[in-house]
């Protein structure tokens, strides 16, 4: 079973930085697909920031500019560095892992991190 860890997260002033990691653990042939998702208090969960094995990128409108996801294929990790935080990126930030595949042919599935908070005040 594929098990997905996050850190980084913490309390920053407005204007700040932060730098998130995930790590996913297991058997892991193949990983199609890592994101960073987002949930405030009394919001639904919201994509941040994706990432496909190859690189390509996509971004929520509200970070554009600001946070830029990265990935390490070889560690099965995904980063997101956050700068310029505002109030309103408040949140606890979750890591997905989309397409995991534990064997060559095998089927794909999904796997969620347990969420690190991230919080924006002054």
């Known amino acids: 079973q594929v098990q997905l860890v996050e850190s980084g997260g913490g309390l920053v002033q407005p204007g700040g930085s932060l730098r998130l990691s995930c790590v996913a653990s297991?058997?892991?042939?193949?990983?199609?697909?890592m994101g960073w998702y987002r949930q405030a208090p009394g919001k639904q969960r919201e994509l941040v920031a994706a990432?496909?094995?190859?690189?390509?990128?996509n971004y929520a409108d509200s970070v554009k500019g600001r946070f830029t996801i990265s990935r390490d294929n070889a560690k099965n990790m995904v980063y997101l560095q956050m700068n310029s935080l505002k109030p309103e990126d408040t949140a606890v930030y979750y890591c997905?892992?989309?397409?995991?595949?534990?064997?060559?042919?095998?089927?794909?599935?999904?796997?969620w991190g347990q969420g690190t908070q991230v919080t924006v005040s002054s």
């Open positions: 997905k892992a989309d397409g995991i595949v534990t064997r060559w042919g095998g089927p794909r599935s999904d796997a």
């Open positions: 990432i496909s094995n190859g690189g390509t990128t």
């Open positions: 297991g058997t892991i042939f193949s990983i199609r697909a």
